[in-house]
């Protein structure tokens, strides 16, 4: 069984960069592709960006380019969002979570583990 620990969230003011730490443990084949997704306060949870074990960063909007910057370290077993300049419109709940290997990776359903998530929060 996977397990996800997030680390790194907190309050940050507008336009200094933040990097949050997703740990894995357990991980399986099925568990080769990691992704960050957002809930923000009132909306859906939201595909952040996702990156294979073995490389490749996959984003589902363009929104999100240049703004999150993924990275994953195999040694540790630990993926990266590093937040660049982020805004008040960036403060939720960030998620990290291991694809199940079915269906889109740009949707939740598509993920069968989940991190307990790390409350960001952009001060303006």
């Known amino acids: 069984q996977v397990q996800l620990v997030e680390f790194g969230g907190g309050l940050v003011q507008a336009g200094a960069s933040l990097r949050l730490s997703c740990a894995a443990s357990?991980?399986?084949?099925?568990?080769?592709?990691m992704a960050w997704f957002r809930q923000g306060p009132g909306k859906e949870r939201e595909f952040v960006v996702g990156?294979?074990?073995?490389?490749?960063?996959?984003y589902c909007a363009d929104s999100k380019k240049g703004r999150f910057t993924i990275s994953s370290d195999n040694a540790k077993n630990t993926v990266y969002l590093q937040m660049n300049t982020p805004q008040p419109e960036d403060t939720a709940v960030y998620y990290c979570?291991?694809?199940?290997?079915?269906?889109?990776?740009?949707?939740?359903?598509?993920?069968?583990?989940w991190g307990q998530g790390t409350q960001v929060t952009v001060s303006s």
């Open positions: 979570a291991s694809y199940s290997g079915h269906g889109s990776a740009c949707v939740d359903s598509s993920y069968d583990y």
């Open positions: 357990g991980r399986t084949s099925s568990s080769e592709f």
């Open positions: 990156i294979h074990w073995n490389g490749g960063t996959v």
